[in-house]
């Protein structure tokens, strides 16, 4: 698949991650429905809103495609990794929550996009699902890599309800990314733990405690959504997996489902 199965023409920025090649492609981007309910958003004064421009449509497929990401890194977690089995019950439910979550914001992506995710299977490090270190490591990264991507969407989508719905996802996203941190140092022996340490995007070991250790979200030094695109590759195809050093003899597939969130006072 090219850029354009992203929406997306340029895809070399000339961007880099400072992450090593372990985990150096992720990612995505952000926005999210309003905007397209039949009230038109905050458009400029005299100016008849005719839904998404470009630009939009860009950053709501590569989301789509990030979220599609989400789901099938939670699906596997719960139903591949042997680490699920030992986590305390509560942080079972986090983490089906979390897929139910993410499923939630594909759905909305989908239904601005008119269409399904160009992707139908991804592609991770080698030992995700079997490693508990790499798995956290990978989900962090992702996490962290998802907010950087929603960040653009919040300064880069045409209309403010666009840009309210990427800023509510990546609260999510950070919710998400804190509760994995929490899970490290809980893990039990049989399956590595504890973890005092987790290493995300930055590439540097990172102390888990405290799990809420972000004072703002960052950046990454993200300024289009082409970097997250680019990030993201490694996850969506083949040829590129295979040249960050991740398994590229199997892929998860993504299951889509409809999603039930935990509390309508969370929904859209």
Known sequence: MT??????????????????TFLRGLAVAGAALAGLRRRPPHSAPGRLWE??????????????????????????????????????????S?????????????????????????????????????????TLDTLVTLEEAFIAAYLVGV?????????????????????HRTMARVLAPGLDPAVGGPLRTLTGFAGTAEAVDPANNNGFERPLGWTHID???????????????????????????????????PTSLGGF
């Not at 139908?120 to 699902?129: C, E, S």
């Open 94 to 134: 986090y983490m089906r929550a979390a897929r139910q979550e993410e499923m939630a914001h594909y759905q909305l992506l989908a239904r601005l996009t008119g269409a399904p995710a160009p992707y139908t299977a991804f592609y991770y490090p080698r030992g995700m699902f079997t490693t508990a270190s790499t």
């Open 3 to 20: 850029g354009k199965d992203w929406g997306v023409d340029r895809l070399d920025t000339g961007a880099t991650a400072d992450r090593p």
């Open 51 to 92: 839904g998404p421009t470009a630009a939009d449509r860009a950053i709501l497929r590569a989301a789509q495609v990030a979220e599609a990401l989400a789901v099938t890194t939670y699906d596997h977690i719960i139903t591949v990794s042997p680490l699920f089995s030992y986590l305390f019950p509560q942080d079972q």
């Open 227 to 261: 970097q997250a695109v680019t990030a993201l590759r490694p996850f969506s195809e083949k040829r590129a997996a295979a040249s960050a050093g991740f398994d590229a003899s199997r892929a998860y597939p993504f299951r889509p489902f409809t999603p039930a969130l």
């Open 155 to 175: 300064r880069d989508l045409s209309s403010p309800d666009l840009r309210a719905a990427a800023a509510r996802i990546m609260g999510v996203e950070s919710d």
